[in-house]
């Protein structure tokens, strides 16, 4: 009977292992650039102690050196003043051996991070959340596209998800995820149709249950079960929670929006927590970091 048939799990969507792929090429141009004594360089400012955003700088620092590109580190107090933080970011701009900058967020309540972000060249916004890159985004020109959100479409594609004619349900509008995976997913490139959910949306599951492809961005742990996914869809999980466990040295386990068990009973693909996506943004952001060296020196990407 039916009933008696193992259910069959979701294919593991190995964002790691492709995302070393991706920096094996960056690697690679790197190498090149540097022959003809180009060297992609991004600076990365840290205002404050926060302990996950150290941990953040230290991965994509680690990064950086992995794939023959150099950093500049800005380590800031806690005080910093907005003033300060602007007219280091203004030098930056103006330093013509820095190809990229990125601005560790959150910063502390007394910078404005929409004031930081704007005060960013473009050209130079590897994180992609400037207003002129945002903008070229919606109007589908080329542009430095955010890392999370260009991440998350590169595993369909390697995957050989159909997007094609596919309704895409994200749940979750923030600017840095939300908006624009669905400004990516609905461009002619992909060609879904997207429905963006959030708080405030009624009947969620009624309408997660109708996604060929879920993406979970919402920040809250195992949100998603298996009674809000349609069997055979393809799920992205975006989230990175804390919860608490004992069996851990450190007191806790990472896990992501999705409740992978239960999810992957009923999926078709989906990405694991950690290994999944996380591995994709940094893979991203060493690209941008590459096409934004190149553009500044007048070459094709």
């Keep these: 009977m039916e009933n008696d048939i193992m259910p069959q799990k979701a294919k593991i969507i190995d964002g790691f292992a492709i995302a070393g792929e991706i920096r094996a090429e960056v690697e690679q141009k790197t190498a090149e650039l540097k022959g003809r004594g180009i060297t992609p360089t991004l600076a990365v400012i840290l205002v404050g102690d926060d302990p996950a955003s150290q941990s953040y700088v230290a991965g994509k620092t680690k990064a950086l050196h992995e794939v023959g590109m150099e950093d500049k580190t800005y380590r800031l107090s806690n005080d910093t003043s907005e003033t300060e933080l602007l007219k280091l970011i203004d030098e930056l701009n103006e330093d013509k051996h820095i190809s990229g900058i990125l601005v560790q967020l959150p910063v502390p309540k007394q910078i404005n991070p929409d004031a930081i972000i704007a005060r960013i060249a473009p050209e130079k916004d590897v ?11 919606f109007l589908g020109h080329k542009t430095l596209i955010p890392c999370t959100p260009n991440g998350v479409v590169y595993l369909l594609k390697k995957q050989g998800v159909k997007t094609d004619g596919a309704h895409a ?16 997913l609905s461009s002619k490139a992909a060609n879904c149709t997207v429905t963006v959910c959030h708080s405030a949306t009624k009947n969620l599951a009624e309408i997660t249950r109708q996604a060929d492809i879920l993406i979970a961005a919402m920040g809250k742990p195992q949100f998603i079960t298996a009674s809000m996914v349609k069997k055979g869809a393809v799920v992205i999980d975006v989230g990175v929670n804390r919860i608490p466990d004992a069996s851990k040295k450190s007191g806790f386990r990472l896990v992501g929006d999705v409740d992978f068990d239960g999810v992957s009973n009923i999926a078709s693909a989906i990405t694991p927590v950690p290994k999944g996506v996380g591995p994709m943004t940094i893979a991203m952001l060493m690209e941008n970091t590459l096409i934004a060296t190149k553009r500044q020196h007048g070459l094709e990407d």
């Design 127 to 137: 994180d992609g959340f400037h207003p002129v890159n945002t903008g070229k985004l």
């Design 169 to 184: 349900v994200i749940v979750g509008r923030s600017n840095i995820v939300g908006k624009p995976l669905s400004l990516l």
